[in-house]
T-cell receptor, first 109, second 116 residues
């Protein structure tokens, strides 16, 4: 079976740093995606990790530990527009993406 | 590049009627397209995977006779919700995988279906 866990909600203030964790237990693993989704819109791609370690892309970084079944998304210099749901998704099998329930991040002034 | 469109963006229909949603890859050929459903404050749930020219593969619990999927060309897949009921009201999102890409899926903007 597939099980992906993320916190339901997080709050942070503008300019701060926030880390969103994701743990997974899946049958098969080819990589892990992070997506951002604003209400009523489709997910937009943020990052993709295949190997262990940290991938940095501007204000966003993503970390993966395959042995621990663990990933996190790090958002720096938070902006109000970063308020959104962040989805962790495991890529397994042939093109199969399994999504976590998402973490709703609220950034306050 | 890698743009996926959906039509319509929202639709309201009466219970018992059928609704067709189109998903198009605008600037690439998509051998595989995926249909997801998302209820409020829930995650995306994969409904089915469709490959061009072949029958769709449905996830467990998804009725293939109710959710008809047709992937007639490399740029178009359609989802028809037949005999819609209020519980089918949801946000339907498609994604497409470029034939030259090994892993990334490109998402459409979604279709909000409301069944009254």
């Amino acid at each position: 079976g597939q099980n992906i866990d993320q916190p339901t909600e997080m709050t942070a203030t503008e300019g701060a740093i926030v880390q969103i964790n994701c743990t997974y237990q899946t049958s098969g693993f080819n990589g892990l995606f992070w997506y951002q989704q604003h209400a009523g819109e489709a997910p937009t791609f943020l990052s993709y990790n295949v190997l262990d370690g940290l991938e940095e892309k501007g204000r966003f970084s993503s970390f993966l530990s395959r042995s621990k079944g663990y990933s996190y998304l790090l958002l720096k210099e938070l902006q109000m527009k970063d308020s959104a749901s962040y989805l962790c998704a495991v890529y397994s099998g042939y093109s199969t993406l399994t999504f976590g329930k998402g973490t709703m991040l609220l950034v306050s002034p | 590049g890698a743009v996926v469109s959906q039509h319509p963006s929202w639709v309201i229909c009466k219970s018992g009627t059928s609704v067709k949603i189109e998903c198009r890859s605008l600037d690439f050929q998509a051998t595989t397209m995926f249909w997801y459903r998302q209820f409020p404050k829930q995650s995306l749930m994969l409904m089915a995977t469709s490959n061009e020219g072949s029958k769709a593969t449905y996830e467990q619990g998804v009725e293939k006779d109710k959710f008809l999927i047709n992937h007639a060309s490399l740029t178009l897949s359609t989802l028809t919700v037949t005999s819609a009921h209020p519980e089918d009201s949801s946000f339907y999102i498609c994604s497409a995988r470029d034939r030259g890409d090994s892993y990334e899926q490109y998402f459409g903007p979604g279709t909000r279906l409301t069944v009254t």
